[in-house]
């Protein structure tokens, strides 16, 4: 093991939790196995898999919720072996378990939930009341005391279940999951939460997420993938597991790029414009740029993210799923009807599209257009409108006004015809799982009218599509989630779609299952020349789309390039800015009393836009200096996608109040 | 036992229930639903039976046989048919359920002092109906050929009447019907209901209640503090028995008022028994919620153990003395037979609490038996 170095939180902070070779079985499924993990006084405790991976099992144990067979855990000194114990233990823990507001009465108001948590934990009311107002206001929710929790938007519900475990005051909070599918902004407005909890409290915290870009917010974080702990440690730990750097190019053919370094650099992935490829310690751009058909000085090279780290890991450790060689050129090639999908009319075309639900708007007059060959990212919360939307655009729904076309049809009054040009994905995969992968498909196929010799030619080509030809015979119900989703699109292409929807096609899918898939999609647009609408809650996966729309509560407010969304945020609120300290809460605490309001903590780095990043960082070290704070590293960073959403959504908030 | 906590978790409890359209209807509405549709529709009563007539003699004696079922309110004339053969349709498509044919020369015999058959075509699917409707035949049959012989006595011997009728009958049947004069199943049906809907709603409404928690997670809420199980399950129930108890009222209202049943026996001796009842049967509710772990599942098996126990082993429609051995077992093994003693003791037979206090001690024996296990069973660390 390489000597812990998490400056803050190590060892001197008193341990808080301990586990011993923690395993849990489901009857015959063993779920978890030899878990380790340890949680210090005061430390944010990430712990970061797919669906699947044993992190709601482990985070119940913890809590004493949940019962377990093997190994240890202690918590605040005890061991929690039997239900008294875990007793004993519950007055110091707040757990919020899975699932968006699914903890709280649906039928009860803001206030009373939160009463009804305060009582349950006995405390007196001039106590609670203090408490109430207090954490009422920290999440902005004091305007809404009296509204009923069912209809609370998404993040207003996530930050209520917040408030709730919050409210007795433990010393440990176990969070699982609980910003997944939240808008962004209430997503910064919960991390901001947790951090000032965690300035005030010295609260712990223990939190699970399915976004791995989310992971630099953790002190200390673990990876976990199909019940075992892959790595644990601090970010700058895990970084160093798995040494390198990441290789950005652009090519002038992406694709064509990719497949070129593929057998080399398994761990390449073409996002958007950009080929990126993980390159090992000690291994030269050099190759890569000769193979590529790039200028070596055109390769930039990049600190890995978390998500390449743990991609990097699982291959490091034998655990990735080998991918079958592809056979020749993308086979099933001859399905691009030549010349009927060049054209550059827009195959998907939304007007002033708007639908109602009684009195609750869910699409807001929505324009957008998509073109053969081009992947469209329809991006935003849940409960911001995408499904509806798509529902509309597959003629599911009909519109309350303006209309929705593809391939120039009306999607309202469209017949059978036009619908069978259209490919649909939806959330939960429709796969009948009792049923093997041929027989998905062969089902699938007598679904669209496909017999005989074109019939068996789309299941072996739809087969090869999902690299799924070794598993024909294996039940559906047996495949892992990456697998299953891969079988689904597959479905999906069988009659030759020239339009396909996808609905969150990737949530719950883990990261390397989501590149394959993004591999995928893309070769059906370049190649099949396949016009594809894609939603997305992944901040990060909107990167690989030609286009991105933003929606929020029920509007596209922006709708641009990656690139470009990117490029007029920083014209508008200038580059991103990123300061490594020692002593990040501290700092965090100068900067904001000296003015910088935006500055946002994420882990050890903190956060902030300047329109003059030079000047601005020689102000922040000078402050920091002076409160003897050490300054390690002040550098300017490309701004994320989340950075693109908060800021769009908050400029329209202003406007709205202005 | 902390009341703080338990009063938390009621209070929450009954403002879900009224604020939630669904649990409320299925609270106050669903218990009369079920009285009002079983009450109207679960009638035992074999009246108004369609029957038609093959009339081969068709003569003053014959038609006058006839007129003796034409003129009951057991029976509902549906004609005259030509012959046998079209009798076979009629009974098959259950449009008539009695045929009687009278043989040709029926007058003719009859008066020569011979006897003469005539035959009954009873539909015979459902036991029940057909054992009492040859009882009807059987009975007019007899009073028929009862009244001949006494014309024939008073005629040929040159008596009186009511001497000849002495001569004919020498023993003399006097029946009286105790607690329900007038024989009317909705009498005894009303009261049964109370205990019928009282097994099946209570549980209902605890399994779903504490099974919605554990479908949508807020469950976790009760694991993960520090309300102890007892608290939780008597706090989370109470609202639940409350309701109930409130619906014993409103039962008993439906019975009298609207069925007509009469009530002779000790309120408020009936109304404590009626609460140890809902007690027991919201027991039962809470040990399907911890053996279950969907609402679906609940439901089906709330169906199942009680309706089926209300039904057919409570003596509601079958006396517990003609059940087989096994069943009778089993029916003593189910709270509803000894509410249904109560129900139908105090309504009916006007008894108190003197003959009765038994049948209250099991109910109270098995509540406490259930509700202990439940207790036992559920745990705020469960294995899954």
């Known amino acids: 093991m390489t000597p812990r170095d998490d400056a803050e939180h190590a060892p001197s902070a008193p341990l808080l939790c301990r586990v011993r070779g923690f395993g849990k079985r489901y009857g015959r499924l063993q779920a978890v196995k030899g878990i380790d993990l340890e949680l210090h006084q005061g430390e944010i405790h990430g712990l970061i898999g797919p669906d699947g991976a044993g992190k709601s099992t482990l985070m119940k144990a913890i809590a004493g919720v949940l019962d377990f067979d093997q190994g240890r855990i202690e918590l605040f000194g005890t061991p929690l072996d039997s239900e008294r114990a875990a007793e004993a233990a519950k007055a110091q823990i707040g757990f919020m378990p899975q699932g968006l507001g699914l903890n709280l009465y649906a039928e009860l108001s803001v206030e009373e939930n939160i009463?009804?948590?305060?009582?349950?934990?006995?405390?007196?009311?001039?106590?609670?009341?203090?408490?109430?107002?207090?954490?009422?206001?920290?999440?902005?929710?004091?305007?809404?005391?009296?509204?009923?929790?069912?209809?609370?938007?998404?993040?207003?519900k996530q930050k209520l279940g917040l408030v709730c475990t919050l409210v007795h005051q433990p010393r440990l909070v176990i969070l699982d999951e609980p910003t997944t599918g939240v808008d962004p902004v209430s997503r910064r407005d919960f991390w901001a939460i947790l951090t000032g909890l965690l300035r005030e409290r010295g609260v712990t915290a223990l939190v699970s997420t399915a976004y791995l870009d989310e992971a630099?917010?953790?002190?200390?974080?673990?990876?976990?993938?199909?019940?075992r702990m892959l790595a644990e440690g601090s970010p700058e730990r895990l970084q160093r597991l798995a040494p390198g750097h990441i290789a950005q190019l652009a090519p002038a053919d992406p694709l064509a790029a990719f497949r070129a370094v593929r057998s080399r650099w398994p761990q390449a992935e073409v996002v958007g414009p950009l080929l990126r490829v993980f390159l090992r310690e000690g291994e030269e751009p050099a190759e890569l740029a000769r193979r590529a058909v790039v200028g070596e000085e055109e390769i930039t090279l990049h600190e890995p993210d978390l998500e390449d780290t743990f991609i990097a890991l699982l291959r490091q450790r034998g655990l990735m799923e080998e991918r079958a060689e592809e056979s020749g050129s993308a086979s099933g090639d001859q399905g691009d009807p030549a010349g009927e999908t060049r054209r550059r009319e827009p195959l998907i075309e939304a007007r002033g599209l708007t639908r109602d639900f009684g009195r609750f708007r869910a699409v807001d007059h929505v324009d957008f257009q998509v073109c053969p060959g081009e992947i469209f990212g329809l991006l935003g919360a849940n409960?911001?409108?995408?499904?509806?939307?798509?529902?509309?655009?597959?003629?599911?729904?009909?519109?309350?006004?303006?209309?929705?076309?593809?391939?120039?049809?009306?999607?309202?009054?469209?017949?059978?015809?036009?619908k069978s040009r259209i490919g649909y994905m939806s959330q939960a995969f429709s796969l009948y799982e009792d049923l093997t992968v041929q027989e998905n498909l062969r089902l699938f196929a007598g679904i669209y009218g496909l017999r005989n010799r074109e019939r068996d030619r789309r299941i072996e080509w739809a087969l090869e599509l999902g690299d799924l030809t070794h598993l024909r015979r294996a039940s559906t119900a047996s495949l892992p989630m990456g697998q299953r989703q891969r079988l689904a699109l597959g479905c999906a292409l069988l009659h030759r779609p020239q339009v396909l929807f996808l609905d969150e096609p990737t949530s719950g899918v883990d990261p390397v299952g989501r590149r394959r898939f993004w591999e995928i999609l893309l070769r059906l647009a370049r190649i099949e020349r396949v016009a594809l609408l894609v939603t997305t809650h992944y901040m990060s996966e909107a990167e690989h789309c030609d286009r991105i729309a933003l929606m929020y509560a029920g509007r596209i407010i922006a709708d641009a390039p990656p690139a470009e969304l990117k490029a007029r945020l920083e014209r508008r609120v200038g580059r991103l800015l990123s300061v490594v300290t020692a002593e990040p809460l501290r700092a965090l605490e100068r900067l904001e009393a000296a003015g910088f309001r935006d500055a946002a903590l994420f882990g050890r780095h903190i956060h902030l836009f300047s329109r003059d990043p030079g000047a601005t960082g020689e102000e922040i070290r000078r402050l920091l200096e002076a409160a003897h704070i050490a300054v390690e590293g002040i550098g300017v960073q490309p701004p994320g996608m989340e950075d693109v959403f908060v800021h769009e959504i908050l400029a329209r908030e202003r406007e709205a109040v202005a | 036992m902390n009341l703080h906590r338990m009063l938390a978790v009621a209070w929450k409890e009954w403002r879900e229930v009224v604020r939630d359209r669904l649990f409320f209807t299925m609270a106050f509405i669903l218990p009369l639903m079920l009285m009002g549709v079983l009450g109207w529709g679960l009638s035992l009563d074999v009246e108004n039976i369609p029957f038609v007539v093959v009339d081969h003699d068709n003569t003053p004696l014959s038609r006058d046989y006839i007129g003796h079922y034409t003129d009951s309110r057991y029976f509902r004339f549906r004609g005259y048919l030509a012959d046998e053969h079209r009798i076979d349709p009629l009974l098959a498509d259950s449009k008539v359920r009695l045929?009687?044919?009278?043989?040709?020369?029926?007058?003719?015999?009859?008066?020569?002092?011979t006897p003469a058959p005539v035959q009954a075509l009873i539909d015979g699917v459902f036991p029940f109906r057909a054992q009492t409707l040859k009882g009807y035949v059987a009975a007019i049959n007899a009073a028929f050929?009862?009244?001949?012989?006494?014309?024939?006595?008073?005629?040929?011997r040159g008596l009186p009447r009511t001497a000849a009728e002495a001569m004919v009958q020498p023993v003399r049947l006097e029946t009286r019907y105790l607690y329900n004069q007038a024989i009317r199943s909705d009498w005894s049906m009303a009261p049964a209901l109370i205990m019928l809907v009282l097994m099946v709603t209570p549980p209902f409404l605890t399994a779903l209640g504490v099974v919605r928690e554990r479908e949508s997670g807020s469950i976790y809420n009760i694991y993960a503090s520090t309300i102890t199980k007892g608290e939780?399950?008597?706090?989370?129930?109470?609202?639940?028995?409350?309701?109930?108890?409130?619906?014993?009222?409103?039962?008993?209202?439906?019975?009298?008022?609207?069925?007509?049943?009469?009530?002779?026996?000790?309120?408020?001796?009936?109304?404590?028994a009626s609460v140890v009842y809902v007690i027991c049967t919201a027991g039962i509710g809470l040990l399907v919620s911890i053996w279950v772990r969907t609402q679906m599942a609940a439901v089906l098996l709330t169906m199942v153990i009680t309706f089926i126990p209300a039904m057919l082993y409570s003596g509601m429609l079958v006396p517990i003395q003609s059940l087989s051995p096994e069943a009778r077992l089993e029916a003593h093994l189910f709270p509803p037979l000894y509410y249904l003693r109560l129900t139908w003791g105090t309504f009916?037979?006007?008894?108190?609490?003197?003959?009765?206090?038994?049948?209250?001690?099991?109910?109270?024996?098995?509540?406490?038996?259930?509700?202990?296990?439940?207790?036992?069973?559920?745990?705020?660390?469960?294995?899954?």
């Not at chain 2, 409103?250 to 009936?270: D, E, H, S, Y």
């Open chain 1, 115 to 156: 009463d009804f948590f305060a009582q349950l934990r006995e405390i007196p009311p001039a106590l609670r009341e203090a408490r109430k107002a207090e954490l009422l206001a920290m999440t902005r929710l004091a305007p809404f005391r009296d509204r009923a929790m069912k209809h609370l938007s998404g993040g207003m």
């Open chain 1, 216 to 227: 630099s917010r953790f002190h200390r974080l673990a990876f976990l993938h199909q019940g």
């Open chain 1, 383 to 418: 409960g911001a409108g995408k499904t509806t939307a798509i529902k509309m655009l597959t003629g599911i729904l009909p519109p309350s006004s303006g209309e929705g076309r593809v391939a120039g049809a009306d999607m309202a009054r469209a017949g059978q015809a036009i």
């Open chain 2, 99 to 113: 045929a009687i044919v009278i043989p040709p020369r029926f007058q003719e015999r009859l008066l020569a002092g």
């Open chain 2, 145 to 156: 050929s009862r009244n001949l012989l006494v014309k024939h006595l008073a005629r040929s």
């Open chain 2, 232 to 272: 939780f399950i008597i706090g989370k129930l109470a609202p639940y028995a409350a309701i109930s108890c409130f619906n014993i009222l409103t039962l008993w209202i439906v019975a009298m008022q609207v069925f007509g049943a009469p009530f002779k026996g000790n309120a408020p001796f009936f109304y404590a």
């Open chain 2, 348 to 384: 009916l037979k006007g008894l108190g609490p003197e003959a009765l206090w038994r049948d209250v001690a099991i109910l109270a024996l098995y509540a406490t038996l259930l509700w202990g296990i439940g207790w036992w069973r559920f745990t705020k660390r469960p294995g899954r």
